[in-house]
């Protein structure tokens, strides 16, 4: 079973557009990670951030904002303002403290900004 | 700040042939990860190695093996490659739980 859901294959967005990306998580453990990862076309994976089980503070940096929410198990991420250079495609992750801390990439999501 | 090398980039094969991709961690890093991204698709765990042994097992093929050496770096083996074989292979280093390094990847076309 998928323990990450990114529900949105493909999202397109006109530039300067809000765009939130989904991320739904499943996991026994009570000590988890959740990550966010950037994709361009070139191919690395470029990290976006690192949230723990018992950190529910929601964050901001410049333009992406990260909403985690436990009760809904949710890791949703929002790029403001979006931007050409922001099309890639998106990875959430997860990385469970009892599972060797191998990581659970969701399927990813496509975003294009179109200019 | 030193990152995770992998080598080659690029390689391609044909079918039946053997690879081996290389991984050198970030200095001090003890724990390997070596993942897959078919076309696609999200990367897929294949194997991890702590302090030289292999410590977690994935998705990997019986036809590759892998091993960590006494430098810490690692190499992938790949015997009997397939065209499904092709893909993009990401090596991530960490010396602590849950904070890994990705490399840039090696891309395998397999002919």
């Known amino acids: 079973a998928q323990k990450v859901t990114q529900a949105q294959t493909e999202i397109s967005v006109v530039e300067k557009e809000d765009v939130t990306l989904d991320c739904v998580y499943e996991?026994?453990?009570?000590?988890?990670?959740l990550f966010w990862y950037k994709q361009p076309p070139s191919g690395e994976l470029v990290f976006l951030i690192r949230?723990?089980?018992?950190?529910?503070q929601n964050e901001i940096s410049g333009r992406y904002s990260w909403n985690f929410q436990k009760s809904t198990s949710s890791f949703n991420f929002t790029i403001t303002a979006s931007q050409v250079v922001d099309s890639a495609v998106y990875f959430c992750a997860l990385s469970e403290a009892n599972t060797g801390n191998q990581f659970y990439f969701g399927t990813g999501t496509s975003l294009t900004v179109i200019p | 700040a030193a990152g995770v090398i992998q080598s080659p980039r690029h390689l391609i094969k044909e079918k039946r042939e053997t690879a081996t991709l290389k991984c050198y961690p970030i200095p001090r890093h003890d724990t390997v990860y070596w993942y897959q991204q078919g076309p696609g698709q999200d990367p897929q765990f294949l194997i991890s190695f702590y302090e030289k042994m292999q410590s977690d097992k994935g998705s990997i093929p019986d036809r590759f093996s892998a091993q960590q050496f006494s430098d810490y770096h690692s190499e992938l083996n790949m015997s009997s490659l397939e065209l499904g074989d092709s893909a993009l292979y990401f090596c991530?280093?960490?010396?602590?739980?849950?904070?890994?390094?990705f490399g840039p990847g090696t891309r395998l076309t397999v002919l």
């Open positions: 996991t026994r453990d009570t000590t988890y990670y």
């Open positions: 991530a280093s960490s010396t602590r739980v849950n904070e890994q390094f």
């Open positions: 949230r723990n089980s018992f950190d529910e």
